[in-house]
């Protein structure tokens, strides 16, 4: 496993979490990172990105003012702080490292097709919100 989230848990409705995401065999600092999450039925979607060597981030409409993604290129972290918490932040989330096509850019991160492009991917950690 090449990136390991953590962080998540169980936590009520405008609450806060962050989680982490550690390269533990990938040097996060080289490449763009993303948070991405994926509800129940639902289809994968990111939420985040942080590119890699200007740290230009991006964030969903969905997310964005409540989420903040920052790199700790000393700990080879990205972090995702989260507050004000919604029970439709319910989730597995997810961090992945864009090794292939524009590796430091979060250039498209939005666009689902641009998933395949962030080829290393960690073990999700379950975010639950309750209301």
């Known amino acids: 496993v090449l990136l390991q989230a953590s962080g998540g848990g169980l936590v009520q409705t405008v609450g806060s979490l962050r989680l982490s995401c550690v390269g533990s065999a990938l040097p996060l600092g080289i490449y763009a990172t993303g948070w991405f999450r994926q509800a129940p039925g639902k289809e994968r979607e990111g939420i985040s990105c942080?590119?890699?060597?200007?740290?230009?981030?991006v964030y969903a409409e969905s997310v964005k003012g409540r989420f903040t993604i920052s790199r700790d290129d000393s700990k080879n972290t990205v972090d995702l702080q989260m507050n004000s918490l919604k029970p439709e932040d319910t989730a597995v989330y997810y961090c992945?490292?864009?090794?292939?096509?524009?590796?430091?850019?979060?250039?498209?991160?939005?666009?689902?097709?641009?998933?395949?492009?962030?080829?290393?991917w960690g073990r999700g950690t379950l975010v639950t919100v309750s209301s």
């Open positions: 942080i590119s890699s060597s200007d740290g230009i981030t």
């Open positions: 992945a490292a864009r090794i292939f096509l524009r590796a430091g850019s979060c250039l498209g991160f939005l666009s689902p097709d641009v998933q395949p492009d962030f080829g290393a």
